[in-house]
């Protein structure tokens, strides 16, 4: 357990000095944690949080006197199980289990996080080239890809045959998508 603070870069004289406060004040230490801490499994997790705050005071706690420095590891040991106690609180508050009925409730094809990112991204890169689109390119695409339109009515819409319908697509994706690529050339050449 002390041998993590050995791999730290600590004189050998900072060292010692915490492995004989460990070993003489080790046990009021846990006995404190386990007063704030039901779960035996991190006690020592508090314990070697605390002998790493200390031994970053270790020029202040070498002349303390022995009652002050009992506070001293006291208050340490206390106060680092109590915010051991809220970072958990504020844990169990944001994590909702997968069995949970707020998670069934939610509908399975929601984007994740970095989907949505990116998402947005590429939203905010098409509103920027929309206005150097055609009108005709721009109902092709909204009915199409927004709309979920049928190449027969975009046909109607734009007083052409249902077959060329897929060839206007094509050659409007074409075109947003080298007015993206020349977009994104004058963003890389002012960076």
Not at 26 to 47: C, H, K, N
Not at 92 to 99: D, F, L, N
Not at 142 to 151: A, P, Q, V
Request: overall charge negative; some cysteine; aromatic content about 8%.
């Amino acid at each position: 357990m002390i041998g993590f603070l050995f791999t730290e870069a600590y004189p050998p004289s900072d060292q010692e000095f915490m492995l004989q406060l460990f070993q003489e004040y080790g046990r009021l230490m846990f006995s404190i944690a386990q007063r704030y801490i039901p779960d035996g499994t991190v006690w020592e997790d508090i314990v070697q949080d605390c002998l790493e705050k200390l031994i970053k005071r270790v020029s202040v706690l070498r002349p303390m006197k022995r009652r002050v420095l009992v506070q001293y590891i006291v208050s340490t040991t206390k106060n680092t199980s109590i915010n051991f106690l809220r970072r958990q609180d504020v844990c169990s508050r944001q994590v909702v289990s997968i069995e949970s009925s707020e998670v069934a409730d939610l509908p399975a094809d929601i984007p994740s996080l970095d989907e949505t990112i990116i998402l947005e991204e590429q939203r905010a890169s098409l509103l920027e080239i929309w206005p150097l689109l055609s009108q005709e390119d721009q109902i092709l695409l909204e009915g199409k890809y927004l709309l979920g339109e049928s190449d027969q009515a975009l046909a109607k819409q734009l007083g052409c045959k249902p077959d060329s319908v897929r060839m206007k697509l094509t050659r409007a994706r074409r075109k947003a998508l080298r007015f993206l690529i020349e977009r994104d050339g004058d963003h890389h050449d002012k960076a």
